[in-house]
T-cell receptor
Framework: AQTVTQSQPEMSVQEAETVTLSCTYD???????LFWYKQPPSRQMILVIR??????QNATENRFSVNFQKAAKSFSLKISDSQLGDAAMYFC????????????FGGGTRVLVKP | KAGVTQTPRYLIKTRGQQVTLSCSPI?????VSWYQQTPGQGLQFLFE???????NKGNFPGRFSGRQFSNSRSEMNVSTLELGDSALYLC?????????????FGPGTRLTVL
């Protein structure tokens, strides 16, 4: 079975500080894509960052960056200079090339930002 | 460009009834996927449609069905509702339906079954 595990149910960070969210996944496929989605209280899922498994370079989007360790099947998200608007549930997800647009999600990590 | 829209946003039904949810993808997108989100099971894939054809199906009973129209709009139907069907139903659209797609989500439909 293909699974995604987010071991931290909740993380707290001070405003302007950095927080790192963990994600591990299990797949026997070699061609896949990894994502981090943010779900604020409005429940709208917003794409934060995307990583192609064949790319060794870690993806970055402004204050968000990932540490992709393919051999370890690890895909962590770092949020730098945290802002109050970053408070949300964060979901790690992946999809394999053979499965079209089917996303498999982790259980989520709640991020709290303290002013 | 307008985002993914879902209607209705909130719905209350009773056990045994049926319900239809609608999803309009981003203009030009031909792939629509549906997900169920519950506190207990998290986010689970229901099915994906591309060019009016179901391409993928998750592990849900046959009470859950869907379809896609020629304009890429999609509907999801749940028959004989059960209490456990109470959930947030999210749809996501993608451009080409290929694995390189990035999917964009709608705001969801909150279904409550009494």
């Amino acid at each position: 079975a293909q699974t995604v595990t987010q071991s931290q149910p909740e993380m707290s960070v001070q405003e302007a500080e950095t927080v790192t969210l963990s994600c591990t996944y299990d797949t026997s496929e070699s061609d896949y894509y990894l994502f981090w989605y943010k779900q604020p209280p409005s429940r709208q899922m917003i794409l934060v960052i995307r990583q192609e498994a064949y790319k060794q370079q870690n993806a970055t989007e402004n204050r968000f960056s990932v540490n992709f360790q393919k051999a370890a099947k690890s895909f962590s998200l770092k949020i730098s200079d945290s802002q109050l608007g970053d408070a949300a549930m964060y979901f790690c997800a992946y999809k394999i090339k053979a499965a079209g647009n089917k996303l498999t999600f982790g259980g989520g990590t709640r991020v709290l930002v303290k002013p | 460009k307008a985002g993914v829209t879902q209607t209705p946003r909130y719905l209350i039904k009773t056990r045994g009834q049926q319900v239809t949810l609608s999803c309009s993808p981003i203009s030009g997108h031909r792939s629509v996927s549906w997900y169920q989100q519950t506190p207990g099971q998290g986010l689970q894939f229901l099915f994906e449609y591309f060019s009016e054809t179901q391409r993928n199906k998750g592990n849900f009973p046959g009470r859950f069905s869907g379809r896609q129209f020629s304009n890429s709009r999609s509907e999801m139907n749940v028959s004989t509702l059960e209490l456990g069907d109470s959930a947030l139903y999210l749809c996501a659209s993608g451009y080409s339906g290929g694995s390189t797609d990035t999917q964009y989500f709608g705001p969801g439909t909150r279904l409550t079954v009494l």
